[in-house]
Nanobody, 127 residues
């Protein structure tokens, strides 16, 4: 049974930093592509970042230069380090996973690319 659990969300002031984690089980972590998405109230779930099995990283334009995705295969965990946070970063953050089969990275930003999802963690940026 696949389980994915996000932790680390919370309330942060604008300009601050936060790291969210996604612990997985039931998958061979080193064989999966990990993605982070977010969904603000009344908006569509949107792509934030992805990291493939080779450690290559991909970001949306809205977070590039501020957020960093990483993975620790020994801990079966992916991370999203978020710096210079803005009120518009407020959302529920979800991690997602898909088995790597040589797919094009052009697919990584698509929600329907990923088979497995976590339950989400709330990140709120407010003074």
């Amino acid at each position: 049974q696949v389980q994915m659990t996000e932790t680390g969300g919370g309330l942060v002031q604008p300009g601050g930093s936060l790291r969210v984690s996604c612990a997985t089980s039931g998958l061979t972590f080193s064989d999966i592509i990990m993605g982070w998405f977010r969904q603000a109230p009344g908006k569509e779930r949107e792509f934030v970042a992805a990291i493939n099995t080779g450690g290559y990283t991909y970001y949306s334009t809205s977070v590039k230069g501020r957020f960093t995705i990483s993975r620790d295969n020994a801990k079966n965990t992916a991370y999203l380090q978020m710096n210079k946070l803005r009120p518009e970063d407020t959302a529920v953050y979800y991690c997602a996973a898909e088995l790597s089969r040589g797919q094009s990275s052009a697919q990584y930003p698509r929600k329907n690319f990923y088979t497995f999802w976590g339950q989400g963690t709330q990140v709120t940026i407010s003074s």
